[in-house]
């Protein structure tokens, strides 16, 4: 009698404990249960829409995934989030059909996200991809993000901005590439470009965007015709002039083409200008025809 009511007094005291031990109101009481998703968390998909303070990075873990509001501070905004099919093993390598495929479809969406081709703006755009423990634990997403510059000329640098890039380039904007007065030139053709009003006097202006065909990085003098020949034909529309063979006396042309690592990943879309060797003007030459342009005598 006496073990059976020892056994009855301990489990009271046992209910008591842990009625004693309930868990606050918005706990579960429960210590193991919330923490069994993070072996799963590595493999995360990024968000769209969303903006990063951090410098660009080529690949991206989850403790390094830190989005802010674009409202505030940022130097990236991610645009697009695309994805690899399910079946690959390993991460595409640069310059394979995969990686470009990716930056394809990241050059299509980023153009629609900020209104134009974003090559019409001091804009750079990446490929992100999962890292190598990511990819391992399933992730197979890469992400699209856009960076503001101070210029699109060498030596650029990240601007950190406040506000999204959503529709950016659809008006006028100080985003935008325009009328430009060059340094170099003289011979040794152009070696900068320095953005102006359109209203002071400039003797350069962003024409346009001319996309290369999928070649080998121009290395050679030979290699460089078809980019100016290209940049021509922009040019030609822009102005609004025939694409003939004065077009190379009314106007010199500068051409753009993206670095050899970008192109290596699929960015053909070489940024294209008019170049007034011998003169000046105070306006945009768009839509100004043959007189706005006219063919040089000497």
């Not at 842990?18 to 009481?29: I, K, N």
């Not at 990716?102 to 999962?130: H, I, M, N, Q």
């Not at 290395?219 to 020949?229: H, K, M, Q, S």
Request: glycine content about 12%.
């Amino acid at each position: 009698m006496r073990r059976a009511m020892t056994t009855v007094f301990a489990a009271a005291m046992t209910a008591v404990l842990l009625a004693g031990c309930a868990a606050p109101e918005g706990l579960d009481g429960d210590l193991t249960d919330d923490w069994a998703t993070l072996s799963a968390a590595s493999a995360f998909t990024p968000a769209a829409g969303v903006c990063h303070a951090g410098d660009f990075t080529d690949v991206v873990s989850l403790a390094g995934y830190e989005p802010v509001d674009c409202a505030g501070p940022h130097r990236l905004e991610t645009v697009h989030v695309g994805a690899f099919p399910a079946e690959r093993t390993t991460a595409p390598a640069g310059g394979s059909v995969e990686l470009r495929g990716a930056f394809a479809e990241c050059d299509t969406r980023a153009t629609g996200y900020v209104g134009d081709d974003w090559r019409a703006g001091r804009l750079r755009l990446s490929v992100a991809l999962p890292n190598g423990p990511g990819w391992a634990a399933g992730s197979r997403w890469f992400r699209c993000d856009l960076t503001e510059l101070n210029t699109v000329e060498a030596a650029a640098t990240v601007v950190v901005r406040s506000g999204s890039l959503r529709d950016a380039l659809k008006a006028p904007s100080g985003l935008r590439l325009g009328c430009q007065q060059t340094r170099g030139g003289a011979g040794r053709g152009v070696q900068t470009l320095t953005p102006v009003e359109c209203a002071r006097q400039h003797d350069a202006e962003f024409v346009g965007v001319w996309r290369a065909p999928d070649t080998a990085y121009p290395t050679r003098e030979a290699d460089w015709v078809p980019l100016y020949t290209g940049c021509r034909s922009v040019l030609g529309r822009y102005v609004g002039v025939p694409n003939d063979a004065e077009l190379r006396f009314r106007s010199g042309v500068v051409v753009r083409p993206p670095g050899a690592g970008r192109w290596k990943v699929g960015d053909r879309g070489v940024r294209c200008y008019l170049w007034l060797s011998h003169r000046t003007v105070s306006a945009s030459l768009k839509g100004a025809g043959p007189a706005g342009l006219p063919v040089r005598t000497k």
